[in-house]
């Protein structure tokens, strides 16, 4: 899969000193993620079973024990996945996933 992008996890644990625990957790999520060849919403489910499958191509993972969330839109036929929020539990329970 190509990851777009890898920059907005980056910004999250650079600049937000208390969320630098997140950076090895995401990190091992994104290599696990660059390797993978995911054609159906199963095939990820397959690989990350706590992943949530949401309608229109959009999947949130649980990252770091659950501590973080990171909300992503496939598209599968290009094997592209877009990062569009990373955040705490709280932040997550604040936006709306199938729109952000």
């Known amino acids: 899969m190509r990851v777009i992008s890898l920059s907005t996890l980056k910004a ?8 630098q625990d997140a950076r090895e957790p995401c990190l091992a999520w994104y290599r696990q ?12 489910k397959a ?12 999947v949130v993972f649980n990252i770091a024990g ?24 709280r932040q997550y329970d604040a936006i709306d996933a199938q729109t952000i």
């Open 12 to 19: 999250f644990w650079d600049n937000r000193p208390g969320y």
């Open 33 to 44: 993620v660059v390797v993978a060849d995911w054609a159906t919403p199963s095939a990820v």
């Open 47 to 58: 690989d990350f079973g706590n992943a949530s499958i949401l309608k229109d191509g959009r």
């Open 66 to 89: 659950n501590k973080y969330r990171v909300v992503v839109w496939i598209n599968y036929p290009y094997r592209v996945l877009y990062v569009r929020f990373i955040g705490t539990h």
